[in-house]
């Protein structure tokens, strides 16, 4: 089997269960069960079938922010997945009610299997208790059968816990298997045939000091057809309903990989002044940090809204419902991410009006062949600021430490890389990344552009992993003199290591 990794979705946030697992009568055919994820101050739903931020009643928003105030900032989402098989266009999605089940998809017999065991739920499990109590399961419970990520402490390759343990990332970790391969009947509604996908979803959520409201979603998706699927693409959809859902506006980041929605004023009937801003943000799977991706974004119905297979399979590869390219009205540019534009600053592409907002964020992955996996992972999160535009700048400040405490959390570097500095341009001050594949002796030196040494960031041995520098251009003096505005560089030199970008001052 073969594994590729791409951008991935990652976000989540948990609630708590009190002693059993709770399942619903939404689906009489499904056994659904689901989840509570509220490891910092989110508190939302995880489900077996792969909805997420459903009420645990199946009937109202599950994203609460706050947790304990009622207030809710996302009503539902959920997986979306598209591809060809033979230049047939199939398309599985959650909206609103699942295309998909609990359970695995069989790939000898070509069958899903599972959507009626209760072997197939959502587990919950901490660091802290591994006995499990009324809250958590057991570690011995843990279903490494189904494909739930563990630690083999022993390297015995068998899971023998306590010494082998769960993989666990965050204060709270689950995980769910479930399938889209159940063909149209009782069990599933759908208009398109299946892709014959097995999904295994491991998510995990942590409170962290410099950013506290974030969850992370890492799917691994499976081709279990027996033919390839080209063109293939992911995205997570969101009804995103920022406190009242009628006066949201939104926007899209390609740098940080971010859909954001905001409040179109500084007063929402719910959340009061200065309400908070959401946002979603592709990170990249095994602790390689951001990258580019591509991402369709939809704002509203009904110009934009897609109603079938082809306009769903066309959205999620960064068109429109007809098939057409996103211009930029500013620049008259074609794109892939509407409304790019900085609401703060009001400068650029920036959403006119409020109005109920529909976000969807993805990845292209072109052709996967049979029995390959995708990784594909995301974070959600939440930040409130001075005002409502203010929770935008918020919200993207804390982007990069939430991603680069992730991925530091989640497992040691594989590679050496130098990421590009945030904010750039920048003014007074922006933040260097960069991850080590191994214990190196680090120098992180910032030179202008006649190739003269400005700033020494870094000199010393530091051990695996991914770290953040700030450089802020007041602690550098010249004759007396700050910096000047232009373009600098900066230099990551780690043992037989050597790389350099470029960023810009602006004063």
């Not at 892709?195 to 969850?215: G, P, T």
């Not at 890492?218 to 009628?246: C, F, P, Q, V």
């Not at 002044?273 to 990249?284: D, L, N, R």
């Not at 190196?440 to 040494?453: C, P, Q, R, T």
Request: hydrophobic share 35%; aromatic share 12%; with cysteine.
């Amino acid at each position: 089997m073969k594994k590729l990794i791409f951008p991935a979705l990652t976000a989540l946030t948990l609630i708590v269960t009190s002693g059993f697992d709770k399942f619903s009568e939404i689906d009489e055919k499904k056994l659904l069960s689901y989840k509570i994820i509220d490891a910092n101050n989110i508190s939302t739903v995880i489900w077996n079938d792969g909805m997420l931020d459903k009420h645990w009643s199946g009937s109202s928003a599950g994203f609460e922010w706050p947790k304990g105030t009622g207030k809710t900032a996302i009503y539902t989402s959920g997986l979306w997945l598209s591809s060809k098989v033979n230049d047939s266009i199939r398309v599985s999605i959650y909206y609103y009610n699942s295309e998909f089940t609990p359970g695995y998809f069989d790939y000898a017999s070509q069958t899903a299997q599972g959507y009626n065991d209760p072997a197939y739920r959502v587990y919950k499990v901490s660091p802290d208790f591994p006995s499990g109590n009324s809250e958590y399961d057991s570690w011995n419970v843990w279903p490494v059968n189904q494909g739930a990520p563990w630690i083999d402490n022993n390297n015995n390759g068998i899971y023998e816990p306590p010494s082998d343990s769960p993989l666990l990332k965050g204060t709270q970790n689950f995980f769910c298997s479930f399938t889209d391969g159940y063909l149209p009947s009782g069990i599933v509604s759908r208009p398109a045939p299946p892709l014959r996908a097995e999904i295994h979803l491991y998510a995990w959520s942590k409170e962290f000091s410099n950013c506290a409201d974030a969850v992370n979603y890492e799917y691994k998706i499976i081709n279990k057809n027996r033919n390839a699927w080209t063109d293939m693409s992911a995205a997570l959809w969101s009804d995103t309903d920022l406190g009242t859902s009628i006066n949201d506006k939104a926007g899209t980041d390609s740098l940080l990989n971010l859909i954001f929605v905001y409040n179109g004023g500084n007063v929402d009937p719910i959340y009061g002044t200065a309400p908070p801003s959401v946002g979603y943000v592709i990170k990249e799977a095994s602790g390689h940090g951001l990258q580019k991706s591509d991402y369709a974004s939809k704002w509203g119905c009904p110009e934009d809204c897609p109603i079938d297979s082809l306009q769903r399979y066309r959205v999620m590869h960064g068109l429109r419902v007809d098939g057409s390219r996103w211009v930029n009205p500013v620049t008259n540019t074609q794109t892939n991410f509407p409304h790019s534009g900085d609401p703060v600053s009001q400068s650029g592409w920036i959403d006119s009006t409020q109005g109920e907002r529909y976000c969807i964020i993805g990845s292209i992955f072109g052709n996967v062949l049979p029995l390959d996996t995708i990784e594909f992972s995301m974070v959600t999160f939440i930040k409130r600021g001075g005002n409502n535009l203010l929770s935008v700048a918020e919200l993207k400040n804390c982007v990069s430490s939430v991603i680069s405490v992730n991925n530091q959390a989640s497992e040691l570097s594989e590679d050496f890389m130098l990421y590009q500095n945030y904010p750039n341009p920048f003014n007074p001050s922006t933040v260097i990344g960069y991850q080590l594949a191994v214990s190196s002796f680090v120098k992180l030196i910032i030179y202008d552009v006649l190739g003269k040494e400005v700033e020494t960031l870094v000199n010393e041995k530091q051990g695996a992993g991914t770290y953040q520098v700030e450089f802020d251009t007041r602690q550098v003096s010249r004759q007396g003199k700050g910096l000047a505005s232009g373009i600098y560089f900066y230099t990551l030199k780690a043992g037989e290591f050597t790389t350099t970008k470029r960023m810009l001052l602006i004063k």
